[in-house]
């Protein structure tokens, strides 16, 4: 016997032996896996799950492509005349699937270019109510060039905003996108700053809706009151759930000396958002996992 072939009984002698625990190890599992799925039988355990991994239902499938939406409606959502709402209606009336509060729209555009022709552009908007079956919303700000810069204004934003009108057609893709909120009982915690309280309003809308005892705390910044997005829904709510009887905390903090003038009287006053949302959190029965305010900062994208 050479060498050779004495190393190669050795390893498969190994590979047997190893082979050979393995299935012991599976076998010995496998047999307490068995015995307690019978104790559980014969007890009548009853098996339960922390409401903490409750995730919300998936919605039913949604279209495969492109749809195509009528502008129904198009409503100026600011004073500043910055932020304004879509609301989307199929043109061919059949039913909408539900989505999940949180996710958002991706819309196929031609925009039109200096030279007469159309260019192809694809963006994401965030989805601004609860679902409905008969429509969607959708609120865009109109994106201006930066200052002192010579960077375009955002090509989507503007395009909506002046060209997009009530009877237009869009062609969206179904709803999507993985951050949205869960169906548990704990407390939520809404926190967004300028157009980003939109997946937030989605949020709170569904859950005034379908969860009314559910415990929410919503955070909103702004640079002043004209920039406010829906005041006027935001004024019927906090009627409608006056705190500290409701379970229900609206919180808006303006970083612009004239807020006494533009806004309502349940504001907090001129403290960076960040600082005060944490502060407001260190409350019994109030917890932040995830924070999101305005110091967290994107880079510019010129094609928006």
Not at 237 to 246: C, D, G, Q, T
Not at 256 to 263: A, E, G, S, T, V
Request: proline share 9%; with cysteine.
């Amino acid at each position: 016997m050479t060498s050779l072939q004495l190393l190669t009984w050795i390893a498969a002698s190994i590979l047997l032996q190893l082979a050979i625990y393995l299935v012991i190890v599976f076998w010995c599992h496998w047999t307490r896996y068995l015995a307690l799925r019978q104790q559980i039988v014969e007890l009548d355990i009853p098996v339960s799950y922390p409401k903490s991994v409750d995730l919300p239902d998936r919605p039913a499938r949604a279209w495969d492509g492109l749809r195509t939406f009528t502008v129904a409606r198009k409503t100026m959502e600011s004073v500043d005349q910055a932020i304004c709402s879509f609301e989307l209606k199929p043109q061919d009336g059949q039913a909408l699937p539900a989505f999940l509060p949180g996710q958002f729209l991706t819309f196929h555009l031609d925009i039109p270019g200096p030279d007469h022709s159309t260019e192809p552009v694809v963006r994401c908007y965030s989805l601004s109510d609860a679902p409905h079956s008969t429509h969607y919303r959708v609120s865009i700000k109109r994106a201006l060039a930066p200052q002192n810069s010579t960077l375009p204004p955002g090509r989507s934003s503007n395009y909506f905003h002046d060209h997009v009108r009530e009877g237009s057609l869009l062609q969206v893709r179904a709803p999507g996108g993985h951050f949205y909120l869960d169906r548990s009982d704990a407390p939520v915690v809404l926190i967004g700053g300028g157009v980003g309280i939109t997946p937030m309003l989605s949020m709170l809308n569904w859950c005034l809706a379908e969860q009314p005892g559910r415990e929410i705390w919503l955070f909103y910044g702004i640079r002043h009151g004209k920039e406010m997005v829906m005041r006027s829904h935001f004024e019927t709510l906090a009627a409608a759930h006056p705190y500290p009887s409701s379970r229900i905390t609206f919180t808006f903090a303006a970083q612009h000396q004239c807020w006494k003038r533009w806004c309502p009287p349940w504001k907090t006053g001129a403290c960076p958002m960040h600082t005060f949302t944490l502060k407001r959190l260190a409350r019994p029965r109030s917890s932040a996992e995830n924070l999101l305010h305005p110091s967290l900062k994107l880079k510019h994208q010129p094609s928006w």
